[in-house]
């Protein structure tokens, strides 16, 4: 189990942590874990078209990567950047991006005003910069500009479920922001999740962050052929998630469990926990009721 950390997913060969890394991170409740994925749902799986569709909707797209050329064009009274997208590409995407969305996504992303960038025809754009010596540095920045999709995803995969009566198409996406995705038109938000356990608790509430832990855990093992009651796994989730948040097993959050001092006691620097008790007149609340 040490060694296989990592098992690919889905046609694009994607690096999904497992074996003990993975429980490492889902016990101590890891913020930002190394490979986040979120598995959206589609509401018309039956469609590799659509399933394209919601995925160019999803995933990050710059400009350098739908323009046939960003150039620089000077002239005796006027020095301007000409952008000219490439139509017949962004067709071939399904991208729902066009001039007009292009240039409110450049004004945005470089806080550029409306009155140095306009549309010129239907795949043609002019920017002009307020100094002539930053027309460069606005050109090198125009490629990375994000036109399409949600920026902390950095890829999406279509996986097929042949499991049923007929084929089955969800995406696979690399990154987070499960808000946006569930949000994104095209996606089922009903069966829509992610790997990322404190993500989950921010959006869906504590209680499906308690599922996705037992139900995490439980595939982490069963995926290197170890087998384990459920009742544990409740008996951990229940543990990390009691007091309204994800707490992990470590120093920091079993410090906010601290009504317990035989919790804290069992966990490490198990004599300064009972002299500190014991010197209090600390009373452990879980034997109280029995006393």
């Known amino acids: ?9 889905g046609i694009a060969s994607m690096n ?14 890891t913020k930002s874990i190394s490979t986040p994925v979120v598995t959206a749902a589609l509401l018309d799986y039956t469609s590799a078209d659509i399933a394209r569709a919601v995925k160019m909707r999803v995933e ?3 400009l350098g990567e739908i323009c046939e050329y ?18 017949k590409r962004i067709k071939l995407l399904r991208l729902e991006v066009d001039a007009n969305s292009v240039c409110e996504c450049i004004m945005k992303s470089l806080k550029i005003s409306s009155n140095n960038i ?60 499960l808000r946006k995705v569930m ?22 509430g504590i209680e499906a962050a308690r599922n996705m832990i037992i139900s995490e855990i439980r ?13 544990h796994l409740m008996l951990l989730a229940d543990t990390m998630t009691y ?30 926990h009972l002299f500190d008790a014991a010197y209090y007149g600390q009373a452990d609340p879980i034997l109280g009721e029995f006393l």
């Open 70 to 87: 960003i150039e620089e064009v000077v002239l005796p009274d006027d020095t301007f950047i000409m952008i000219k997208l490439y139509m």
């Open 118 to 177: 306009s549309v010129v025809d239907d795949d043609r754009i002019v920017c002009r910069s307020t100094l002539p010596s930053e027309m460069w540095q606005l050109k090198e920045s125009l490629t990375g500009v994000v036109v399409k999709g949600i920026s902390t995803v950095r890829r999406a995969a279509i996986r097929i479920d042949n499991s049923g009566d007929e084929n089955k198409h969800y995406l696979i996406i690399e990154g987070e922001g």
């Open 219 to 231: 595939s982490t093992m069963e995926n290197h052929g170890i087998s384990i009651d459920v009742r």
């Open 16 to 29: 999904i942590t497992q074996g003990v890394p993975r429980i490492k991170e889902l016990i101590n409740a």
């Open 60 to 62: 990050q797209t710059t």
């Open 1 to 9: 189990m040490t060694l296989k950390t990592f098992h690919f997913a």
């Open 183 to 204: 949000a994104t038109y095209g996606v089922d938000p009903r069966r829509t999740h992610s790997n990322n356990i404190i993500e989950v608790a921010q959006t869906l």
């Open 243 to 272: 007091r309204g948040e994800v707490l992990g097993i470590t120093r920091f959050g079993l410090a906010k469990m601290k009504e317990s001092a035989l919790m804290l006691a069992s966990f490490e620097k198990t004599a300064d």
